[in-house]
Protein backbone atom coordinates (compact mmCIF):
# COMPACT_ATOMS: atom_id res chain seq x y z
CA UNK A 1 0.00 0.00 0.00
CA UNK A 2 1.57 3.30 -0.82
CA UNK A 3 2.45 5.51 2.09
CA UNK A 4 0.67 8.78 2.05
CA UNK A 5 0.57 11.82 4.61
CA UNK A 6 -3.17 11.79 5.46
CA UNK A 7 -5.38 9.77 6.77
CA UNK A 8 -8.50 11.33 4.22
CA UNK A 9 -8.06 8.57 1.57
CA UNK A 10 -8.70 9.30 -1.53
CA UNK A 11 -11.97 8.29 -4.14
CA UNK A 12 -10.94 5.92 -6.93
CA UNK A 13 -12.19 6.31 -10.83
CA UNK A 14 -11.89 3.60 -12.96
CA UNK A 15 -12.51 3.32 -16.44
CA UNK A 16 -11.68 1.30 -19.95
CA UNK A 17 -10.34 5.04 -20.98
CA UNK A 18 -10.97 8.62 -20.32
CA UNK A 19 -14.58 8.63 -20.60
CA UNK A 20 -14.90 8.56 -16.91
CA UNK A 21 -13.68 12.24 -16.82
CA UNK A 22 -16.68 13.14 -17.38
CA UNK A 23 -18.27 11.55 -13.88
CA UNK A 24 -15.03 12.90 -12.08
CA UNK A 25 -15.50 16.09 -13.62
CA UNK A 26 -19.33 16.00 -11.62
CA UNK A 27 -17.89 13.98 -8.49
CA UNK A 28 -14.95 17.23 -7.96
CA UNK A 29 -18.44 19.50 -7.72
CA UNK A 30 -20.17 17.38 -5.33
CA UNK A 31 -17.01 16.35 -3.47
CA UNK A 32 -14.53 19.20 -3.35
CA UNK A 33 -13.02 18.11 -0.07
CA UNK A 34 -11.72 14.86 -1.37
CA UNK A 35 -9.10 13.92 -3.68
CA UNK A 36 -8.99 11.89 -6.03
CA UNK A 37 -7.42 9.18 -7.97
CA UNK A 38 -8.63 8.18 -11.96
CA UNK A 39 -7.10 5.01 -13.65
CA UNK A 40 -7.75 4.32 -16.90
CA UNK A 41 -7.45 0.69 -17.56
CA UNK A 42 -6.45 1.51 -21.35
CA UNK A 43 -4.06 -1.22 -22.17
CA UNK A 44 -7.51 -3.54 -22.47
CA UNK A 45 -9.60 -0.50 -23.97
CA UNK A 46 -12.00 -0.75 -25.77
CA UNK A 47 -13.97 -3.08 -23.18
CA UNK A 48 -16.80 -4.05 -25.81
CA UNK A 49 -14.57 -6.30 -27.72
CA UNK A 50 -14.08 -8.34 -24.87
CA UNK A 51 -15.28 -12.16 -24.11
CA UNK A 52 -17.12 -11.97 -20.96
CA UNK A 53 -15.27 -14.24 -18.88
CA UNK A 54 -11.95 -13.08 -19.64
CA UNK A 55 -12.88 -9.43 -19.13
CA UNK A 56 -14.44 -10.12 -15.66
CA UNK A 57 -11.24 -11.99 -14.24
CA UNK A 58 -9.27 -9.18 -15.39
CA UNK A 59 -11.52 -6.37 -13.93
CA UNK A 60 -11.10 -8.40 -10.30
CA UNK A 61 -7.39 -8.91 -10.60
CA UNK A 62 -6.69 -5.39 -11.16
CA UNK A 63 -9.25 -4.54 -8.50
CA UNK A 64 -7.34 -6.39 -6.29
CA UNK A 65 -4.25 -4.21 -7.03
CA UNK A 66 -5.49 -0.91 -7.00
CA UNK A 67 -7.40 -1.76 -3.66
CA UNK A 68 -4.42 -2.81 -1.76
CA UNK A 69 -2.19 -0.15 -3.31
CA UNK A 70 -4.32 3.09 -3.08
CA UNK A 71 -6.93 2.19 -0.28
CA UNK A 72 -9.43 4.35 -1.10
CA UNK A 73 -12.37 5.36 0.41
CA UNK A 74 -14.83 4.06 -2.21
CA UNK A 75 -14.59 3.31 -5.92
CA UNK A 76 -16.92 5.06 -8.39
CA UNK A 77 -16.90 2.36 -11.45
CA UNK A 78 -17.36 4.78 -14.54
CA UNK A 79 -17.91 1.87 -17.06
CA UNK A 80 -21.29 0.48 -17.85
CA UNK A 81 -19.64 -2.20 -19.53
CA UNK A 82 -17.51 -2.99 -16.88
CA UNK A 83 -20.06 -2.64 -14.07
CA UNK A 84 -23.02 -4.45 -15.93
CA UNK A 85 -20.52 -6.82 -15.93
CA UNK A 86 -18.48 -7.41 -12.87
CA UNK A 87 -19.80 -5.03 -10.62
CA UNK A 88 -21.56 -8.28 -8.27
CA UNK A 89 -18.41 -10.04 -8.50
CA UNK A 90 -16.67 -7.00 -7.21
CA UNK A 91 -19.35 -6.25 -4.01
CA UNK A 92 -18.83 -10.05 -3.99
CA UNK A 93 -14.70 -10.22 -3.88
CA UNK A 94 -14.16 -6.84 -1.29
CA UNK A 95 -17.28 -7.04 0.68
CA UNK A 96 -15.59 -4.39 3.17
CA UNK A 97 -15.20 -1.78 -0.20
CA UNK A 98 -18.08 0.85 -1.21
CA UNK A 99 -18.35 0.46 -5.00
CA UNK A 100 -20.64 3.09 -6.67
CA UNK A 101 -21.50 1.65 -10.16
CA UNK A 102 -22.38 3.01 -13.80
CA UNK A 103 -25.69 1.23 -15.08
CA UNK A 104 -27.49 2.48 -17.65
CA UNK A 105 -29.97 5.24 -17.25
CA UNK A 106 -33.39 3.12 -18.06
CA UNK A 107 -35.31 4.47 -14.98
CA UNK A 108 -35.15 7.96 -15.59
CA UNK A 109 -35.70 7.37 -18.65
CA UNK A 110 -38.68 5.62 -18.31
CA UNK A 111 -39.74 8.54 -16.05
CA UNK A 112 -39.32 11.25 -18.71
CA UNK A 113 -40.46 9.60 -21.96
CA UNK A 114 -43.80 10.72 -23.42
CA UNK A 115 -43.89 8.95 -26.87
CA UNK A 116 -42.81 5.70 -24.99
CA UNK A 117 -39.74 5.17 -27.68
CA UNK A 118 -36.57 5.15 -25.33
CA UNK A 119 -33.12 4.39 -27.10
CA UNK A 120 -30.17 3.11 -25.04
CA UNK A 121 -26.85 3.93 -26.85
CA UNK A 122 -24.35 1.60 -25.17
CA UNK A 123 -21.16 -0.70 -26.48
CA UNK A 124 -22.17 -3.91 -27.39
CA UNK A 125 -20.63 -5.60 -24.17
CA UNK A 126 -23.57 -3.22 -21.82
CA UNK A 127 -26.28 -4.38 -24.75
CA UNK A 128 -25.95 -8.25 -24.51
CA UNK A 129 -25.40 -8.09 -20.87
CA UNK A 130 -28.56 -9.45 -18.97
CA UNK A 131 -28.25 -6.71 -16.15
CA UNK A 132 -29.46 -4.06 -18.62
CA UNK A 133 -32.26 -6.62 -19.90
CA UNK A 134 -33.37 -6.98 -16.07
CA UNK A 135 -33.23 -3.00 -15.74
CA UNK A 136 -35.90 -2.58 -18.78
CA UNK A 137 -38.19 -4.98 -17.05
CA UNK A 138 -37.89 -3.52 -13.91
CA UNK A 139 -38.34 -0.06 -14.77
CA UNK A 140 -39.64 -0.09 -18.44
CA UNK A 141 -41.88 -2.48 -19.32
CA UNK A 142 -44.65 -0.32 -20.78
CA UNK A 143 -41.76 1.21 -22.82
CA UNK A 144 -40.81 0.03 -26.38
CA UNK A 145 -36.57 0.43 -25.11
CA UNK A 146 -33.89 -0.06 -28.71
CA UNK A 147 -30.79 -1.10 -27.29
CA UNK A 148 -28.50 0.12 -29.85
CA UNK A 149 -24.52 -1.06 -29.05
CA UNK A 150 -22.43 0.95 -30.81
CA UNK A 151 -19.00 -0.86 -31.62
CA UNK A 152 -17.19 2.74 -32.53
CA UNK A 153 -18.45 5.74 -30.49
CA UNK A 154 -16.20 5.21 -27.26
CA UNK A 155 -13.03 5.35 -29.91
CA UNK A 156 -14.29 8.15 -31.62
CA UNK A 157 -15.16 9.76 -27.99
CA UNK A 158 -11.13 9.30 -26.49
CA UNK A 159 -9.95 10.48 -30.36
CA UNK A 160 -12.17 13.69 -29.83
CA UNK A 161 -11.08 14.46 -26.53
CA UNK A 162 -7.72 14.54 -27.28
CA UNK A 163 -8.34 17.00 -29.98
CA UNK A 164 -8.00 14.76 -33.23
CA UNK A 165 -10.90 15.61 -35.82
CA UNK A 166 -13.11 13.09 -36.38
CA UNK A 167 -16.07 12.44 -39.38
CA UNK A 168 -19.49 13.20 -38.56
CA UNK A 169 -20.63 11.08 -41.34
CA UNK A 170 -18.88 8.05 -38.56
CA UNK A 171 -20.51 9.85 -35.59
CA UNK A 172 -24.04 9.74 -37.62
CA UNK A 173 -23.55 5.62 -38.35
CA UNK A 174 -23.33 5.10 -35.10
CA UNK A 175 -26.42 7.08 -33.76
CA UNK A 176 -28.60 6.84 -36.75
CA UNK A 177 -30.54 3.23 -35.13
CA UNK A 178 -30.88 5.55 -32.10
CA UNK A 179 -34.30 7.24 -34.01
CA UNK A 180 -37.31 5.70 -34.21
CA UNK A 181 -40.99 5.91 -35.75
CA UNK A 182 -43.73 4.14 -34.67
CA UNK A 183 -47.39 4.98 -35.06
CA UNK A 184 -47.00 8.54 -35.43
CA UNK A 185 -44.66 8.43 -32.50
CA UNK A 186 -40.72 9.68 -32.40
CA UNK A 187 -37.98 8.29 -29.78
CA UNK A 188 -37.52 10.68 -27.68
CA UNK A 189 -35.05 9.98 -24.94
CA UNK A 190 -31.65 8.22 -25.71
CA UNK A 191 -29.96 7.24 -22.47
CA UNK A 192 -26.08 7.53 -23.28
CA UNK A 193 -25.03 4.48 -21.64
CA UNK A 194 -21.43 5.08 -21.65
CA UNK A 195 -19.45 7.32 -19.79
CA UNK A 196 -17.25 8.02 -23.20
CA UNK A 197 -20.55 9.31 -24.99
CA UNK A 198 -21.52 12.49 -23.18
CA UNK A 199 -17.77 14.19 -24.66
CA UNK A 200 -19.59 13.74 -27.92
CA UNK A 201 -23.09 15.08 -27.28
CA UNK A 202 -23.00 18.08 -29.08
CA UNK A 203 -22.34 16.61 -31.71
CA UNK A 204 -25.33 14.40 -31.14
CA UNK A 205 -27.90 17.10 -31.05
CA UNK A 206 -26.26 18.74 -34.02
CA UNK A 207 -26.36 15.51 -36.33
CA UNK A 208 -29.55 14.12 -34.92
CA UNK A 209 -32.68 13.70 -37.17
CA UNK A 210 -35.03 15.43 -34.56
CA UNK A 211 -34.41 16.47 -31.30
CA UNK A 212 -34.29 14.40 -28.46
CA UNK A 213 -33.37 14.22 -24.29
CA UNK A 214 -29.61 12.77 -24.11
CA UNK A 215 -29.21 11.54 -21.07
CA UNK A 216 -25.83 11.72 -19.36
CA UNK A 217 -25.20 9.60 -16.05
CA UNK A 218 -22.59 11.46 -14.88
CA UNK A 219 -24.38 13.95 -12.47
CA UNK A 220 -26.48 11.09 -11.11
CA UNK A 221 -23.83 8.31 -10.45
CA UNK A 222 -21.71 11.59 -8.38
CA UNK A 223 -24.77 12.43 -6.60
CA UNK A 224 -24.63 8.50 -5.41
CA UNK A 225 -21.42 8.68 -4.44
CA UNK A 226 -21.50 11.41 -2.70
CA UNK A 227 -24.39 10.00 -0.70
CA UNK A 228 -22.16 6.76 0.19
CA UNK A 229 -18.49 9.14 0.99
CA UNK A 230 -18.19 10.59 4.08
CA UNK A 231 -17.67 14.15 4.68
CA UNK A 232 -14.98 15.75 5.70
CA UNK A 233 -13.90 17.99 8.63
CA UNK A 234 -12.65 21.29 8.03
CA UNK A 235 -8.83 21.06 7.05
CA UNK A 236 -8.77 17.34 6.24
CA UNK A 237 -8.36 18.54 1.92
CA UNK A 238 -7.12 15.47 0.45
CA UNK A 239 -4.47 17.81 -1.72
CA UNK A 240 -1.64 14.79 -2.19
CA UNK A 241 -3.63 12.95 -4.65
CA UNK A 242 -5.61 13.82 -7.81
CA UNK A 243 -3.20 12.14 -10.51
CA UNK A 244 -4.01 9.40 -13.00
CA UNK A 245 -2.81 6.08 -13.78
CA UNK A 246 -2.67 4.26 -17.14
CA UNK A 247 -2.37 0.47 -17.35
CA UNK A 248 -0.35 0.87 -20.72
CA UNK A 249 2.06 2.87 -19.03
CA UNK A 250 2.27 4.64 -22.22
CA UNK A 251 -0.55 7.82 -22.57
CA UNK A 252 0.51 9.44 -25.26
CA UNK A 253 1.15 13.31 -25.17
CA UNK A 254 -2.39 14.41 -26.16
CA UNK A 255 -3.67 12.44 -23.16
CA UNK A 256 -1.19 14.06 -20.74
CA UNK A 257 -2.13 17.59 -21.81
CA UNK A 258 -5.54 16.67 -21.08
CA UNK A 259 -5.37 15.07 -17.63
CA UNK A 260 -3.76 18.33 -16.85
CA UNK A 261 -6.78 20.05 -17.85
CA UNK A 262 -8.50 18.44 -15.24
CA UNK A 263 -6.69 19.15 -12.90
CA UNK A 264 -4.65 15.62 -12.61
CA UNK A 265 -1.11 14.82 -13.30
CA UNK A 266 -0.24 10.99 -14.83
CA UNK A 267 1.90 9.02 -12.12
CA UNK A 268 3.52 5.20 -13.25
CA UNK A 269 2.05 2.85 -11.92
CA UNK A 270 -0.07 -0.63 -12.82
CA UNK A 271 1.67 -0.37 -16.12
CA UNK A 272 3.27 -4.21 -15.40
CA UNK A 273 -0.27 -4.93 -15.73
CA UNK A 274 -0.57 -4.86 -19.67
CA UNK A 275 2.11 -7.09 -20.08
Known amino acids: MTDRTTNARPVLVFDS ?22 IADDAAFPYGNWEEEPLKQRILTLFARLLEEYDPEAV ?39 SGLIS ?36 LAEAYIRGEVIDDADVLAEITPCFIEKDGARTDIA ?15 KLAPWPVDWLDPAEAIARQARRLVPHLAEGELCEEYDFAVFTSGQPVFSTHRLMQGFGLRIEAGLHAFSE
Do not use: W
Open 17 to 38: GIGGLTVLREARVLMPERGFIY
Open 76 to 114: IVACSTAFTLAGAALRQAFPDRRFIGTVPAIKPAAERTR
Open 120 to 155: VLATPGTVKRAYTQELIQSFASQCQVNLVGSPNLAR
Open 191 to 205: VLACTHYPFLANIFR
